[in-house]
Every structure is written in C-alpha cells, then in structure tokens.
C-alpha cells in the first residue's frame, strides 16, 4: 500500500502544479488549443512508453472500451476544458476553492457506481482536509464566489470540479485489470474526441507576441508532467486503494498550489495556508490510518498490473 500512496502522493503535488501552470499557458493560447496541445504532448510520452515496452496495442474488450470512452470524455476531457475555461474567467484562488468538488464527487460515485462504503473515518478524513483546504483558499479569494464578475468562470469550475470526481471510480474497475500507462492512454485517446473539435474554432484566439513561445512551453510541461506523468501515477495507485481513499489527497492540491504560487509568482505564504495545509495532511493520514489496519488485517491483496 506505501507505494501506492507514495504514487497518488506524487500525482496531487503535480496537480497543485497545474493551475499556475495553466494560468500562464493561457497568456498566449485559448482554452481548446491549450488542451489539445498538452493532450498530444501526454499521448506522445505514453505511446513512447508503450512502444518501448512492446505495449503499443489494443487490449480491451468491448465494454472495456466503453468504459474508456465515458473516462476520456466525460470525466477527462470535459472537465479539464471547463476548468481551462473556468481558469481564464475567474481566479486562481476560486478555481482551487471548486477543485474541493472533486473528492464530493469521488465519494459520491464510488458509492453510485461501485457501491463502495464511505465510512465514518473517510468522511472525518475527508472534512478535515476540506476545512483545511478551505483556509489555504479563502486566503486569497478576491471576492465571493458569486460575485457577478466571475459567477460564469465559477459555474464552470463547479461543475469541472464535479465531472473529475468520475474519473476515479470509472477508472478503478480497468485499474485492476490493465496497467496504468495503457488505461491513461486508452482514456486520453478519447479525449481527443473533444479536444479536436473545439481548438480549430479559436484560431482568431491565438495571441502572438512574447507571450507565445512561453504558452507553448507551459502546455508541453502541462502534457508530460499532467496529463502523462500525474494521471499515469494516480491510475498505478487504483490497483491498490479503493476509490473513496484516493478522495482526501485531492484536498492537498490548494496547499500546494499555494506553495507554487510563492515559488512562481512571488506571493506571500500567510500562517492561515500553512494551518490549512496541516488539516489537509490530518484528514490524508486518518483515512490512510483505518485502511493500513484493514490491509493488515485482510492481506495487501493482488498486486498491481505492470507498466
């Protein structure tokens, strides 16, 4: 269980990443060329993994495949369009406030969809990391989140927030079956179903100047360290943990992206975002306490798929 934990760790820490990130992508380039590019990017660093490991071929069956479709559409490709979109009508600070939908969502449709049990313990765990997330947030908030300026970026950060919280318990069920690069890569070609459409229609969006070169750079960053690298690492971790246990660590991603925003962009680190940052690490380690005993008790089950 440690290496999966150590896995899903690695995967919210380049998720914090990815607003900042976004941000300064979206200088130079609209929102549906600025997926499609970091999509391509993440598709080419899986094919090349698969390639080299003699992988590079179609394994799934039929209603596999639909799974992968429903993973790549709508709880890929949609919510992470909306939450570019989101991004570039509202703030960083809103935008990680939403992200807090996420493990709601998580919760939500393990329990829907797997039938998973919540538990009280995951439920303390995963409050606990939401009134620590919340304190790292609010900190920076410039305003409510209703407020008439951004209520259309919020609207749509909502509901990215909500639409990722499918991707885990979508995912899970192929997580035990097929190694994490090949789902990531199966799902992300799906994807392209959306991306694809949408960036011809903004080529009159595209911004020249000195502020193109850099956007360009931050979607490749976005596509290998993202959309390849952390989602790579967030599938491997489903073979091992059950879905409801993954809902927590996304509740680490605004304390991080409040660290990058003083790495990045020369922003102060109030005491508020550090106590913040503390509660989201409690709730990750009450939850990761109830399942340690459970894994002791039952065994730590199969291992994962190679990769």
């Given at each position: 269980?440690?290496?999966?934990?150590?896995?899903?760790?690695?995967?919210?820490?380049?998720?914090?990443?990815?607003?900042?990130?976004?941000?300064?992508?979206?200088?130079?380039?609209?929102?549906?060329?600025?997926?499609?590019?970091?999509?391509?990017?993440?598709?080419?660093?899986?094919?090349?993994?698969?390639?080299?490991?003699?992988?590079?071929?179609?394994?799934?069956?039929?209603?596999?495949?639909?799974?992968?479709?429903?993973?790549?559409?709508?709880?890929?490709?949609?919510?992470?369009?909306?939450?570019?979109?989101?991004?570039?009508?509202?703030?960083?600070?809103?935008?990680?406030?939403?992200?807090?939908?996420?493990?709601?969502?998580?919760?939500?449709?393990?329990?829907?969809?797997?039938?998973?049990?919540?538990?009280?313990?995951?439920?303390?765990?995963?409050?606990?990391?939401?009134?620590?997330?919340?304190?790292?947030?609010?900190?920076?908030?410039?305003?409510?989140?209703?407020?008439?300026?951004?209520?259309?970026?919020?609207?749509?950060?909502?509901?990215?927030?909500?639409?990722?919280?499918?991707?885990?318990?979508?995912?899970?069920?192929?997580?035990?079956?097929?190694?994490?690069?090949?789902?990531?890569?199966?799902?992300?070609?799906?994807?392209?179903?959306?991306?694809?459409?949408?960036?011809?229609?903004?080529?009159?969006?595209?911004?020249?100047?000195?502020?193109?070169?850099?956007?360009?750079?931050?979607?490749?960053?976005?596509?290998?360290?993202?959309t390849f690298l952390s989602t790579v690492l967030w599938a491997a971790s489903l073979a091992r943990l059950p879905s409801p246990v993954v809902a927590p660590f996304v509740l680490l991603q605004p304390a991080?992206?409040?660290?990058?925003?003083?790495?990045?962009?020369?922003?102060?680190?109030p005491p508020r975002t550090l106590a913040g940052a503390g509660l989201a690490a409690a709730g990750v380690a009450l939850v990761l306490a109830g399942e340690g005993r459970g894994a002791r008790a039952a065994?730590?089950?199969?291992?994962?798929?190679?990769?």
């Open positions: 269980m440690l290496r999966a934990v150590l896995m899903l760790l690695a995967a919210n820490l380049l998720g914090g990443l990815t607003y900042p990130w976004q941000k300064m992508a979206l200088r130079g380039l609209p929102p549906g060329t600025l997926a499609l590019l970091r999509t391509v990017a993440g598709l080419a660093c899986m094919a090349a993994w698969l390639a080299w490991r003699g992988n590079l071929r179609w394994r799934w069956d039929r209603r596999e495949t639909a799974r992968l479709a429903a993973v790549g559409i709508l709880a890929f490709a949609a919510p992470q369009l909306l939450g570019i979109l989101g991004v570039g009508l509202s703030t960083s600070a809103d935008a990680s406030l939403l992200i807090l939908l996420e493990p709601v969502g998580i919760l939500l449709f393990s329990r829907w969809l797997l039938g998973e049990p919540v538990g009280g313990r995951r439920s303390v765990g995963v409050g606990l990391g939401m009134a620590g997330a919340l304190l790292v947030v609010t900190e920076g908030a410039g305003g409510p989140l209703l407020s008439s300026g951004h209520f259309r970026g919020n609207l749509l950060l909502a509901a990215s927030g909500l639409l990722w919280g499918l991707w885990t318990p979508l995912m899970s069920p192929l997580a035990k079956r097929h190694g994490a690069v090949e789902n990531t890569f199966g799902s992300t070609v799906f994807a392209l179903l959306l991306f694809l459409p949408a960036a011809p229609l903004e080529g009159t969006d595209w911004i020249s100047g000195p502020d193109a070169a850099p956007s360009l750079g931050y979607a490749v960053l976005l596509g290998v360290m993202a991080v992206g409040a660290l990058a925003g003083v790495w990045l962009l020369d922003e102060t680190l065994g730590d089950g199969p291992a994962p798929p190679g990769n």
